[in-house]
């Protein structure tokens, strides 16, 4: 037997040389079902198979490029750089490249984001002179997406009574004449949307057979990976390029299917079994990645799902230690206690940065981490996600803002004179930079003495100017009168942005909602740490801080040691030494959006189950007690998932907390809470943000509102509600200037402004 087969184990070296016909590995996280794939592909290369002959699949492009970096190392670059590999959509978008002319589209097409469908499906809409209202192009979007995962073109969707029947029934009939629309528009327009990709790749290969042919003759061998979140226009291009040879290996795991929500369908793995009747099924058992403890942990959440293949998981690595549980007081204090234990295991096992994870339910949730990272000086990277203020809601937001500050700003100015859209277009725009450039002034200085410049623009345009110069004034007004919390909630709303980001329910949508909240938020906590400390509070203030933070952030070009965050969505496939799971919360993970049905929950068990099997050494799991939402601090309780886990593999820290087994009971002051907090969680429409009140003016800080500042001294146990408990190590000044510094214990060293902070004694 070669060497590399002794890297195997015996159901392993069975999956990899079993080469001919069809395959399918169902197999546990961990248990090397993508070494599979990969030494598979390096034995076929090895039989002397050519590259270019082998297709393999994989969920993204980071997995693709890792496999081939291990081929090769097996096999020699230059065999390796042949193989076909890749995602769906980067292989097919290459064939309908190459092969595009059959379907009348030139080679050179576009591939349209979300952003781009959007905006297109937006102006058809207008076209139809249907009201966006109604018909809101995120929605829309998602149906026409489901219709071409599920290869319904527009003549069939009119045909489907069940499709046509759910749009009349949510008022909405009109969607299948908008996707008649926008395929036609963007074939005119040379454009393909990412699900175009493989519907088109379908229809290629149904409307050309000899192209079909020419495909299944030339590749020999199939491999895809993460076959359970493998959607049925995908589906259907295996099976027909599969055709002809029959030499197809498919591995995956019921148990980590979460793309449901984008049509990923479990039910390709049942139809494989009646697709290939004679296929071999291999089985592996054990996991190599992670220690007993995490195994028998991550197998005890997923035995809750009614819905599973039964699979045998084991580990023969280390017993390990159990997965510690961290109840934080606050979703601040979460991340430091996050960011301490990294440092106390880095230092105590001698781990790098990379070996270490933060992985979380929402993308807005990094903020927090971000923060406590750049404060103690750990290299990060964000995987999968723009960093927190290079997303473009951001970036908007705070280009008002900058405006507001400093007018002359130009390319904050251009980037919102026009966002939200009022008309003011690239012609507009090119004239008045044209004038400023003309007279060596700024765009603003032009904008303000629109009366010199009045033969530039007709009136209506002119008009349109004058109340934007007007918004932005509106806004400076208020610069000295207001806090920047309040401010910046002005801004958003008067300048449209609300409205804009407001108007649907899409993930991406409400993505976006969230990262607006979480920068108010961050102003929040900011004017409160500024009123603590004595220190200002005004936009200008926010502004400067923020600049600051992101100069500091100065992305290196190695990325390889840095602590990784990213979603628990991206985090599939990959493993770390140390995972951090974090914001384990109801309503939260599970998310709100999935606690209607059975379905929901059991998907994102099957999240949660994939978050622990990422971990190799230490999974440790954390939840906040108290989290901002609308910038109000809410309470929140631990996730159902907590109390899944078995106990014999959890160990809590700090206090024991009580996890409800049933969710939903609350005493009546959390009620209370809830009923306000839970705005950003209910499908409701609209925006609804509340007014916020600072959390330590009194009686939202109940508990913490009963110390007499003249009672404390140093050397006292004291607990801050967000930065935990502490002790006092000094008192100065006299009030309302007595400042107390207080030592604590994961925040470390604060001075806090006593008329603000609220310190409750423990004693
Ligand atoms: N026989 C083996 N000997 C040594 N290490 C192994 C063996 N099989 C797998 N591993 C290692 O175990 C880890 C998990 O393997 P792999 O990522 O292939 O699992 P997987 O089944 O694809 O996991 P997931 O379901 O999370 O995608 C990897 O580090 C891999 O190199
Ligand atoms: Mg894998």
Redesign the pocket.
């Known amino acids: 037997m070669q060497n590399y087969l002794e ?3 015996p159901a ?1 070296q069975q999956a990899v040389i079993t080469t001919e016909g069809a395959s399918l590995v169902i ?10 794939l990969t030494f598979r592909i390096a034995h076929l290369l090895m039989q002397g198979v050519p590259p270019h002959r082998i297709l393999a699949l994989t969920f993204t492009n980071k997995a693709a490029r890792e496999m081939k970096l291990r081929i090769a190392t097996m096999v020699g670059n230059d065999i390796a750089q042949k193989l076909w590999m890749g995602t769906f959509h980067s292989v097919f978008a290459r064939i309908l490249r190459s092969e595009a002319d059959k379907l009348g589209y030139p080679s050179s097409f576009t591939i349209y984001d979300t952003a781009d469908s959007k905006s297109l499906i937006k102006s058809i809409i207008k076209q139809m002179k249907l009201s966006d209202k109604e018909y809101k192009p995120g929605q829309v979007l998602g149906r026409i997406s489901s219709a071409k995962n599920d290869l319904v073109t527009p003549a069939a969707y009119a045909r489907d009574q069940h499709r046509m029947m759910e749009d009349q029934a949510s008022r909405k009939g009109m969607v299948y004449e908008i996707y008649t629309r926008y395929m036609r528009q963007c074939y005119k327009f040379g454009a393909m949307d990412f699900d175009d990709l493989l519907l088109n790749t379908n229809i290629l290969f149904r409307d050309h057979p000899e192209i079909l042919q020419k495909y299944q003759n030339w590749i020999q061998y199939i491999l895809v990976d ?1 076959y359970q979140d493998t959607n049925y226009s995908q589906y259907i291009i295996i099976k027909k390029l599969a055709q002809k040879h029959g030499n197809i290996c498919v ?1 995956g ?1 019921d148990a ?1 299917s979460i793309y449901s929500f984008r049509g990923a369908k479990i039910e390709n793995i049942l139809n494989f079994r009646n697709d290939y009747p004679d296929y071999q099924l291999f089985k ?1 058992e054990q996991n ?2 992670s220690t007993q403890n995490i195994v028998n942990a991550a197998n005890s959440i997923i035995a809750k799902n009614q819905k599973q293949i039964k699979k045998a998981v084991f580990s023969e690595k280390d017993q390990g230690s159990r997965i510690k549980i961290h109840n934080a007081y606050s979703d601040i204090e979460e991340g430091y206690i996050v960011i301490n234990d990294i440092k106390d295991k880095k230092l105590k096992h001698n781990y790098d940065y990379q070996d270490f994870a933060i992985l979380y339910r929402t993308n807005a949730q990094s903020r927090i981490f971000e923060e406590a990272l750049r404060k103690s000086n750990m290299p990060y990277k964000i995987y999968g996600g723009l960093s927190f203020y290079q997303r473009k809601e951001i970036k908007d937001l705070l280009a008002y803002c900058r405006v507001t500050v400093n007018p002359a700003d130009q390319e904050a100015l251009k980037r919102i004179i026009n966002y939200p859209t009022r008309g003011i277009g690239k012609t507009t725009l090119d004239k008045i930079e044209a004038a400023a450039v003309a007279s060596g002034k700024a765009m603003w200085e032009i904008l303000i003495s629109l009366e010199d410049t009045s033969r530039l623009f007709n009136a209506g345009t002119q008009r349109k100017l004058n109340s934007f110069v007007g918004l932005i004034n509106g806004f400076a007004a208020s610069l000295k009168q207001q806090s920047a919390y309040d401010l910046v909630m002005e801004i958003a709303t008067q300048s449209g942005m609300m409205k804009d980001l407001y108007h649907d329910r899409t993930p991406e949508a409400i993505a976006r909602q969230e990262n607006i909240q979480e920068l108010m938020n961050g102003i929040q906590e900011f004017s409160n740490n500024r009123m603590e400390e004595g220190g200002e509070t005004g936009l200008i203030h926010f502004l400067e801080e923020v600049s600051l933070l992101t100069d500091q952030d100065n992305e290196s070009d190695d990325d390889i040691n840095k602590v990784t965050l990213m979603t628990i969505h991206s985090s ?2 990959l ?1 770390f030494k140390n995972v951090y799971i974090v914001g384990v919360e109801e309503g939260l993970f599970p998310s709100s959006m999935t606690l209607e049905s059975e379905q929901g929950i059991e998907e994102e068990r099957r999240l949660f189950y994939v978050a622990v ?1 990422r971990a190799e050494d230490y999974a440790t799991i954390s939840f906040a007690r108290t989290r901002y939402k609308y910038g109000e601090s809410a309470f929140c309780r631990p996730s159902r998932f907590i109390g899944e886990i078995h106990s014999d593999f959890v160990e809590f820290s700090g206090d024991k907390i009580k996890i409800a087994d049933k969710p939903g009971k609350f005493t009546p002051k959390q009620a209370e809470r809830r009923s306000f907090s839970n705005t950003s969680t209910t499908a409701k429409p609209g925006y609804n943000f509340k007014k916020v009140e600072n959390r330590q003016g009194g009686k939202k800080g109940a508990s913490f509102s009963g110390s007499a500042v003249g009672n404390l001294k140093a050397g006292l146990l004291v607990e801050h509600i967000r930065f935990g408990k502490g002790r006092i190590i000094s008192l100065d000044g006299e009030m309302p200037n007595a400042k107390a510094t207080v030592d604590f214990e994961n925040a470390g060293l604060k001075q806090l402004l006593l008329k603000f902070a609220k310190l409750k004694i423990l004693g």
């Open positions: 890297q195997l184990n392993q197999a546990g996280a961990g248990s090397g079902k993508t070494r599979v993460e591995v795991d980590q592996l190599y990645r599939k496939g493993e099997t």
